[in-house]
């Protein structure tokens, strides 16, 4: 079978950084995505790690370890608009779909 | 990236009617996805429709309750069959492009009374 655990919500301060983690386990892994969604819209794509490593995208970086199944998303100077949810997915090779985690509610305060 | 487009955007039915949501590509792709997002929760994947053939279930999901037509590559339905307000949802279409990205529909929000 498989799992997907990430923080059900988090709260952050605007200009901080915060790093929202993710575990899995399951078969066939072949990459972990993460997408942001804002309350009543679609999620829209931040990245994809298939690698071991950090990829960085601007202000937003994700870290992925296959051994481990963990991988966590890090967004620094945070601004007020990246209030939303954060999914993190793996992608199952095989069936070449997306198995989605819960969804980690991110509020940045002033 | 693909532009996708979901209609209608949003309804409100009656238990026991149905309900077909469209969604339309602006590009030919393989693999197209059904997902569904009760209020508050992630997104669950409800089945992978496959053109040529019949969709594909995930646990759980049946093709009575939710039949899905995919005539081409760039176009799929999907019905909610005899509904009932525990159907009550957002029904988002997704399509995956050859890196494995997969990009979202803006969703059709369904309520059912």
């Known amino acids: 079978g498989q799992n997907i655990d990430q923080p059900t919500e988090m709260t952050a301060t605007e200009g901080a950084i915060v790093q929202i983690n993710c575990t899995y386990q399951?078969?066939?892994?072949?990459?972990l995505f993460w997408y942001q969604q804002h309350a009543g819209e679609a999620p829209t794509f931040l990245s994809y790690?298939?690698?071991?490593g950090l990829e960085e995208k601007g202000r937003f970086s994700s870290f992925l370890s296959r051994s481990k199944g963990y991988s966590y998303l890090l967004l620094k100077e945070l601004q007020m608009k990246d209030s939303a949810s954060y999914l993190c997915?793996?992608?199952?090779?095989?069936?070449?779909?997306?198995?989605f985690g819960t969804g980690t509610r991110l509020t940045v305060i002033p | 990236s693909a532009v996708i487009s979901q209609k209608p955007s949003r309804d409100i039915c009656q238990r026991g009617t149905s309900l077909t949501i469209q969604c339309q590509v602006d590009?030919?792709?393989?693999?197209m996805f059904w997902y569904r997002q009760q209020p508050g929760q992630s997104l669950t994947l409800i089945a992978t429709?496959?053109?040529?053939?019949?969709?594909?279930?995930e646990s759980g999901f049946v093709i009575d309750k939710f039949p899905i037509s995919r005539p081409n590559l760039t176009f799929s339905t999907l019905t909610v069959s005899n509904m009932s307000p525990e159907d009550s949802s957002i029904y988002l279409c997704?399509?995956?492009?050859?890196?494995?990205?997969?990009?979202f529909g803006p969703g059709t929000r369904l309520t059912v009374l």
């Open positions: 997704s399509v995956a492009s050859s890196y494995n990205e997969q990009f």
């Open positions: 399951t078969s066939g892994f072949n990459g």
């Open positions: 790690n298939v690698l071991d």
């Open positions: 997915a793996v992608f199952r090779a095989g069936a070449n779909n997306l198995f």
């Open positions: 590009s030919q792709v393989t693999m």
């Open positions: 429709a496959n053109q040529g053939s019949e969709a594909t279930y």
